[in-house]
């Protein structure tokens, strides 16, 4: 089995940074993606960041200001978020690869089989 706990949410001013971590545990980390999604009130879960063994991808709403990044040996994945803007609100969910199509995009929420529970961010203007 596969658990995922995030941590590291908070209420900070815009501009500023908060970084997210998410400790993984039941598999080899390494051989599966990581992904990182955002919910807001009224909106749908949306896709932010996503890290194979080789390649990173990331929403083109936070390119430039936010970094995924992991560390096998740790079985963990951080979501470094720095310029911070109030749209950036959210419960952030870490999510670990599933089975899966080959079509099926890495920024779709099917690629994934595994969830954490979630964490609030807050950014206030």
């Known amino acids: 089995q596969v658990q995922l706990v995030e941590s590291g949410g908070g209420s900070v001013q815009a501009g500023g940074s908060l970084r997210l971590s998410c400790a993984a545990s039941g598999r080899t980390f390494s051989r599966y993606a990581m992904g990182w999604f955002r919910q807001a009130p009224g909106k749908e879960r949306e896709f932010v960041a996503a890290a194979t063994s080789g390649n990173t991808y990331y929403a083109d709403s936070v390119k430039g200001r936010y970094t995924i990044s992991r560390d096998s040996a740790k079985n963990t994945v951080l979501l470094q978020m720095n310029s911070l803007k109030p749209e950036d609100t959210a419960v952030y969910y870490c999510?670990?690869?599933?089975?899966?199509?080959?079509?099926?995009?890495?920024?779709?929420?099917?690629?994934?089989?595994?969830w954490g529970q979630g964490t609030q961010v807050t950014v206030s203007s």
């Open positions: 999510a670990a690869e599933g089975l899966h199509s080959d079509y099926v995009s890495i920024t779709q929420p099917r690629y994934y089989a595994y």
